[in-house]
């Protein structure tokens, strides 16, 4: 969740929005695994994918540059 803060005079939050879903993020003893970048523009997450994924392996590749 996100809200924008104003602290000059007097404090002001806005309302809570969504940042972004993340409901796959994988928890250990109740801890969520993340960081945030430092100029907190991005998040990397531990997520679990639950689909299968094709992975092509290609031998002997340089034989083709021929």
């Not at 404090?11 to 993340?34: D, G, M, Q």
């Not at 430092?38 to 021929?66: C, H, Q």
């Amino acid at each position: 969740m996100s809200v924008e803060v104003n602290a000059d005079e007097a404090f002001y939050a806005s309302a809570p929005r969504l940042l972004f879903s993340a409901t796959n993020i994988k928890t250990y003893k109740n801890r969520f695994h993340y960081a945030v970048a430092r100029d907190g523009k991005r998040f990397l997450t531990n997520i679990s994918e639950s689909r299968l994924s094709t992975v092509t392996i290609v031998t002997n590749w340089t034989a083709t540059l021929e």
